[in-house]
């Protein structure tokens, strides 16, 4: 984009869903000693981050550690979570031209676009299981929840073991 800050800029409103796909993880690092730098981000493998002798990782936002466990977040699946943002800010934008659902407070995050809307919040998971485990307790109780019979047997034995307890109940079909 030119204006040095590694593309954080980008007006999502007025770019492509093309430019902001072929630009998708280019993080170039800026004032560093070395000109041979990555221009996208590396995948990040580690399941666990140093912390400091205490023992405590703080919070993030009081200037802690951002990073904890992979499952809970690490700086691959953040840059996932930030595209994907992204897109849907591209997407809801050319598929009307009033503020989209995701800008209602609930699901707004902190950080907002250039025209000044809040950006969706995205959540990429560890795995299904997690995914599966969020969007039940997001919903509310009691639920009822349709299953197809040959679904990953976690998440019916989940169902009835542990959801049930929240007044879930779930059918296949």
């Keep these: 984009d030119g204006n040095g800050d590694g593309g954080k800029s980008t007006n999502c ?3 492509s869903l093309e430019t902001i796909l072929s630009h998708a993880g ?3 690092q800026k004032n560093t000693q070395s000109l041979n730098q990555p221009i996208c981000q590396p995948i990040h493998l580690a399941t666990t981050y ?3 002798p205490s023992g405590d990782y703080g919070n993030a936002e009081e200037g802690g550690e951002e990073w904890v466990y992979t499952r809970m977040g690490n700086p691959t699946r953040k840059l996932l979570e930030d595209v994907m943002s992204d ?3 591209v997407s809801s934008s050319s598929s009307s031209s009033s503020p989209s659902s995701s800008s209602s407070p609930a699901s707004a995050s902190k950080e907002t676009t250039a025209s000044g809307e809040h950006k969706p919040v995205t959540c990429a998971f560890a795995s299904g299981m997690a995914a599966v485990s969020s969007i039940i307790l997001a919903l509310p109780q009691p ?3 349709i299953i197809p019979d040959d679904i990953y047997h976690g998440v019916p034995t989940q169902l009835k073991s542990i959801f049930v307890q929240r007044g879930v109940e ?3 079909v």
Excluded: C, G, I, N
Aim: no cysteine; proline share 11%; charged share 15%.
């Design 170 to 172: 779930y059918s296949t």
């Design 50 to 52: 140093t912390r400091p």
């Design 26 to 28: 280019m993080t170039p």
């Design 87 to 89: 897109l849907e800010v």
């Design 13 to 15: 409103r007025q770019s």
């Design 143 to 145: 639920l009822h929840v």
